[in-house]
């Protein structure tokens, strides 16, 4: 289930020097005809760096969603939800731009994006 709208505030959770970004758009979602486009964990979306370094802040980059507050069902039937949205921030080729991740990326982020993966702390 997506439960990030556009306009959405995430925390970054790399060691890039951004702390807070929000959602300008969602990538290769199709939309409805005045439906605000959404995205989900494991979704490729492009942000805005809000909080952070100054030489990080104004920046249009691309971010992974890796945590969101609205339950979400997985194929077994348990349902999942964390505390916080979180998302770590990605360069056009498809490499996370921090060398480390702070906290918890779900399965489901982790299993789309081998990067994430190879350099998250824990996997739920």
Aim: hydrophobic share 45%.
């Amino acid at each position: 289930m997506r439960g990030l709208p556009t306009g959405a505030r995430l925390t970054c959770i790399d060691n890039t020097g951004a702390k807070v970004v929000q959602i300008i758009m969602t990538v290769k979602i199709k939309g409805v005809h005045r439906r605000t486009p959404t995205a989900g964990v494991g979704d490729l979306v492009i942000v805005s760096v809000k909080k952070g370094a100054t030489e990080m802040k104004r920046q249009i980059l691309k971010a992974v969603i890796v945590r969101q507050r609205r339950p979400f069902r997985r194929p077994d039937g348990l349902m999942v939800q964390f505390e916080d949205n979180a998302a770590v921030l990605m360069t056009d080729t498809g490499e996370t731009k921090g060398t480390m991740i702070k906290g918890p990326v779900a399965i489901e982020a982790a299993e789309r994006w081998p990067k994430i993966a190879a350099i998250a702390a824990t996997i739920l």
